[in-house]
């Protein structure tokens, strides 16, 4: 599933091309991804304006005149692009949006329908799909707010990746951080005096924000806004490394089931 990363480079690279544009036709070819404002969207999208391309966690915003927002979640294999109106529409492109004045499409597409799309106007916030409520953004999350996020003594994998607690996190980067600050994912949360949780705090900042540089992590489904891969992926040190050779120390790297999710550790460098 893309995370915050993912998302932060879809964000970048489509604000330039679609801040300040209008919506010029939208194309549902399944409604049952359209939540929020009961359907028909077109009469209320058409004409519409963008003022502001955003993110919030994993979710993608497109802020629009009159209070409107197009939310966009991709789930698990979907993807968000801007691709030249004239290219085949790929299978499983359930929304496209032309532009005044652009002679690109936004498309998405997800095979397997875990996200979807709502549009929202403040009095249709909960629709026949609710949004779930967000926890504050890693990457400008204060110190004294993490620390008191840690008191609640849950595993600090499971922790890290509940979007209430802490928005935009998922398992790869979750893992990634955790191996990079030398914790295990069982460690429970109430463990951490204010230097651990100080230091876990910058790991996960200092992480993500070199997985944007690198336009996140492409292992299957994700692709950025343009098409292109990100190439993240090849600076993992655990994920998805099952008995690899650990990066640090060259124990082989563990798999264990924690939070409901593959995890992946190094059983020499994260030990407590």
Known sequence: MPELPEVQTIVAQLSPSLAGRTIAAVDLARTDIAHGIPQPWSPLLLGRTVSAV??????????????????????????????????????HTHMTIDWGGLDKQLRFRDPRRFGGVWLLDGRHEDGDRPLAPLGPEPLTLEPSDFIELLSRRRQIKALLMDQRIIAGLGNIYCDESLHAAGIHPLTTSDRFD???????????????????????????DYRTADGSRGAFQRRLRVYGREGLACKTCETPIVRIIAAGRSTHYCPTCQTA
């Open 54 to 91: 955003t993110r919030r966690g994993k979710r993608i915003i497109l802020e629009l005149d009159q209070g409107l927002r197009l939310v966009v979640h991709l789930g698990m294999s979907g993807r968000l692009t801007l691709t030249p109106r004239v290219a085949a529409i790929e299978p």
């Open 194 to 220: 204010e230097a651990a949780a100080r230091h876990l705090l910058r790991t996960i900042k200092s992480v993500l924000r070199s997985a944007i540089r690198s336009k996140g992590s492409t292992l299957s």
